[in-house]
């Protein structure tokens, strides 16, 4: 089978917030286009795109599904995207590989801070987009709210091309802005389109947002704009030529509407994808990176070298993993070989796909600019490049939000240790966004999502597909020790069992070190009173007992150990008696240095509305944190702060509640302080039970 060429094809994100009706458009399309025989619903749990059953069982989209169909004469490669923040790995990884976005709008909610969020990413990566307003028929809706609210959010550029006829249940068909008709449906929404006159009711109206349309399409060309300006007539021709150029090169946005559930208006749409939207032939190279990150330009060429970026990673414990990926030059068949750019490895293409949600059609290639499916490559996942020859090219970095919900967790039951590391594993592999680490101090294993409905989804997806559980706690904040004042200690051990005893004998002279320091050691022996030999084992034992320290069993820092007398036995002593005379010594030493508890302090970069900054800043109080700065822009606020890390382990879930779900932030570690008395005493008695248990 061969394949289309890169100005036949159309390579399209949908994205959005949350119920704005993504998936019901994407189902609308395919079923416009001939590709399915039937609308499903994602009330139902049928539709194309939401196949994975956890998606089913919440009624929304976890992952990004990629449907492949024709229209026409074009092919289509339509990607339908999560609107929760908490998946928006997904929508980054497909607004990396795709030409242009349509970004759907409900016509009930207006612009959600989700949208503007997806917009700004569209935006730095370049993308051409067009607007759908979704829900018409809704009570409360009104597309032209919508559209004011969209041009406050994203500019004047953002124009309508089509306006409704009729509101809320009474929509009857939309009025073509450009051809200045009307395209009327019946009353279900579901007959054929039927071609009319522009009722007289809304002659005027119409006349209205066609000359604030052709206002901005001649913007985008100078012989257009003074044919315009002498009132000339300008042709269909001309006005869709503009408005694409316009739209590729991203100064105009153009606004289309319709009843995806109703199939209303999405006739209109799939005509303005393939008019309006850029094929990878027209939006031309694609930018990667060569050696020291110079920017290397890539041409959609089916005769090129091969070079495919991978931007999705499925885990599947059956059939193992499937890679989603563009051909950004060069022609990828079944039965080749290619090499991971990242791994080194060589990686054998088998059977080539053309998904539609989970179905699978076989293919023997994809030219430049397609994309499709490949499955059990051994090595790959998302973000590689897979070229032949090797090319020391790789794509630039998706930078993706930090996880901030953490947990401490444990298998459900012994012996399933086995089944979570596996089962994790290959979850990490598909979810970038995913943070799986052993905390080095407290011993736990964590993992960390974006939010609650992230790590929610992930417990569900090791249970249902690799039949692993894990239970979650609360992490333990990694408090640490450390001391205020100069101490001594003489420690002697001493062992006799009959045979050759154990001997050691030392004196160690402690202080506080230099912040960040850790531990200074110094050998200050004179006369040989301990032998050269023995001197590491004392060091080996004082790090072993910094480990727990003397005043609520947390390892110590920033310490200076200045080892200064002893003395040794030329039978008994060996380095595991100083070994151990160097750990008692320290233990004795810290119970006379007026030991202090430090905690974890945080850095903070928060962004909320203007209207919650008040509320955050009191919350953040209520915390034991403060800002440091704030940063005004576009309705937003920076905020930046500093925060005991023991007092934000709930943040994110707090911060979505004050701000509606508006506020996002990212957090990473920068300091330790002491930790006030009153809670010292808390933490001394939490740690209690624990020492004693341990020394039994």
């Known amino acids: ?82 609107g929760d923040p908490s998946f928006v790995a997904e929508a980054l990884g497909a607004l990396a590989v ?53 041009q406050e959010s994203f500019g004047s550029h953002v124009v309508a091309t089509e306006i409704p006829i009729g509101a809320e249940h009474e929509v009857s068909g939309v009025i073509d802005l450009i051809d200045m008709r009307a395209f009327l449906h019946d009353s279900d929404g579901r007959g ?15 006349q209205q ?14 012989a257009l704009m003074e044919h315009y300006l002498e009132g000339e007539e300008i042709s269909h021709e001309e006005t869709v030529a503009a408005l694409k150029k316009g739209v590729t090169e991203g100064h105009l946005f153009p606004v289309t509407c319709g009843i995806a559930t109703r199939d209303l208006g999405i006739e209109r749409l799939l005509q303005a994808l393939i008019e309006d939207l850029p094929s990878p032939a027209m939006r031309g190279a694609r930018t990667l990176l060569g050696e020291e990150d110079a920017e290397v330009e890539v041409l959609p060429d089916e005769d090129g070298p091969l070079i495919a970026q991978v931007f ?10 499937h890679n989603a990926l563009r051909v950004l030059s060069g022609t990828l068949r079944s039965d080749s070989h290619v090499h991971n750019e990242r791994t080194g490895a060589k990686e054998r293409i088998g059977q080539l796909g053309q998904p539609l949600g989970k179905e699978l059609s076989t293919t023997d290639e994809l030219g430049a600019g397609d994309i499709g499916i490949v499955a059990k490559l051994k090595e790959t996942r998302a973000g590689d490049l897979l070229c032949e020859p090797p090319s020391g090219l790789r794509a630039p970095r998706v930078e ?37 680490h052993r905390d080095p101090q407290t011993g736990e294993q964590i993992i960390a999502g974006l939010t609650q409905i992230h790590v929610d989804v992930v417990l569900g997806r090791m249970r249902d597909r690799f039949g692993a559980e894990i239970v979650l706690k609360p992490p333990r904040v990694p408090y640490v020790e450390t001391i205020r004042r100069l101490a001594k200690a003489h420690a002697r051990y001493k062992k006799q069992t009959g045979g050759r005893g154990q001997f050691a004998d030392c004196v160690i002279e402690i202080e ?7 531990l200074v050691f110094e050998n200050a022996i004179k006369g040989g009173v301990i032998p050269g030999g023995f001197i590491p084992a004392v060091e080996k034992g004082v790090v072993e007992a910094m480990q727990h320290g003397s005043v609520a069993g947390y390892p110590v820092k920033d310490l200076k150990v200045r080892l200064v007398d002893g003395s040794h036995h030329s039978v008994d002593s060996s380095e595991m008696a100083f070994k151990i005379c160097g750990s008692m010594a320290l233990k004795e030493a810290l119970a ?20 919650a900054v008040g509320d955050v800043i009191g919350d953040l109080s209520s915390r034991r944190g403060h800002p440091l700065g704030m940063s005004p822009r576009l309705g937003v606020t920076e905020i930046d702060a500093e925060a005991p890390l023991s007092e934000v382990l709930d943040y994110a879930l707090d911060l979505r509640a004050i701000t509606g779900g508006r506020g996002e932030y990212t957090i990473h570690f920068e300091r330790y302080e002491e930790l006030p008395g009153h809670l010292a005493a808390g933490v001394i008695a939490a740690a209690e039970p624990r020492e004693e248990l341990a020394a039994h």
Not at 13 to 19: C, E, K, N, P, V
Not at 408 to 432: C, F, H, N, Q
Not at 592 to 611: G, N, T
């Open 400 to 436: 993706l939000p930090s996880p901030v919900m953490a947990y401490a967790y444990e298998p459900k039951s012994k012996g399933d240790e086995d089944k979570a590391v596996t089962a994790i594993r290959r979850l990490r592999e598909e979810d970038p966004c995913l943070d799986v």
């Open 312 to 321: 999705k990673t499925t885990a599947d414990p059956f059939t193992g993993r």
């Open 1 to 82: 089978m061969s394949h289309k060429a890169a100005d036949r094809i159309r390579n399209v994100a949908l994205i959005g917030h949350r119920d704005c009706g993504k998936t019901s458009l994407a189902e609308a399309m395919l079923y416009e286009a001939g590709a399915i025989n039937r609308l499903g619903r994602t009330e139902t749990g049928n539709t194309v795109s939401d196949f994975e059953p956890d998606e089913q069982e919440r009624g929304m989209s976890i992952g990004a599904s990629i449907c492949s169909f024709e229209h026409g004469d074009r092919k289509i490669n339509l990607i339908d995207t999560p």
């Open 209 to 222: 947002y066609r000359e604030k349309l052709m206002d901005e399409v001649a913007e985008n060309s100078d």
């Open 512 to 518: 506080p070190g230099e912040p960040g320091a850790g």
């Open 592 to 611: 006379d240095a007026d030991a202090i508890l430090l905690e974890p302090i945080v850095r903070l970069a928060i962004s909320v509305p203007e209207e």
């Open 98 to 150: 795709a030409d242009a976005a349509v970004v759907v709008v409900s016509a009930v909610d207006g612009v959600q801070v989700h949208t503007e969020r997806l917009w700004a990413q569209a935006d730095r990566a370049g993308l051409p987009r067009l607007v759908f307003v979704n829900m018409l028929d809704r009570e409360r809706a009104d597309f032209f709210r919508a559209l004011e609210g969209l």
């Open 192 to 206: 054929e389109e039927v071609e009319a006159e522009i009722p007289a009711e809304l002659q005027e109206l119409a």
